[in-house]
């Protein structure tokens, strides 16, 4: 909207939105370089370490990383702030088939 409004428009064009998204990258850039790029929650550090060795599931990061010792919630929380900042691609498993008795 700003760019717009700079601009003397009243409609918010593509253009404008292109402007603010490399605006946000270069701060985002900018704090990179100044501050690093370690994430500041050491258990997203902790998951990252472990993610070397190869895909994980929820199970086994809750089991292996956190020795079981956080709560689901949470490491859902964690896992989808990790996807949305592009640190980590979550994949669905399709469940399994039920064993007949």
């Known amino acids: 909207m700003i760019y717009s409004l700079l601009a003397g428009r009243g409609t918010i064009e593509a253009d404008d939105l292109k402007a603010a998204l490399a605006?946000?990258?270069?701060?985002?850039?900018?704090?990179?370089?100044?501050?690093?790029?370690?994430?500041?929650?050491?258990?997203?550090t902790k998951i990252m370490a472990a993610l070397e060795?190869?895909?994980?599931?929820?199970?086994?990061?809750?089991?292996t990383v956190f020795s079981n010792h956080i709560p689901g919630h949470e490491l859902d929380d964690l896992i989808t702030q990790m996807e949305s900042d592009h640190l980590i691609t979550v994949e669905t498993a399709p469940p399994r088939a039920k064993r007949e008795r």
């Open 23 to 44: 605006a946000w990258q270069y701060c985002r850039d900018s704090a990179l370089f100044l501050f690093g790029d370690t994430p500041a929650d050491r258990r997203v």
């Open 53 to 63: 060795g190869g895909a994980l599931t929820k199970t086994e990061i809750r089991a």
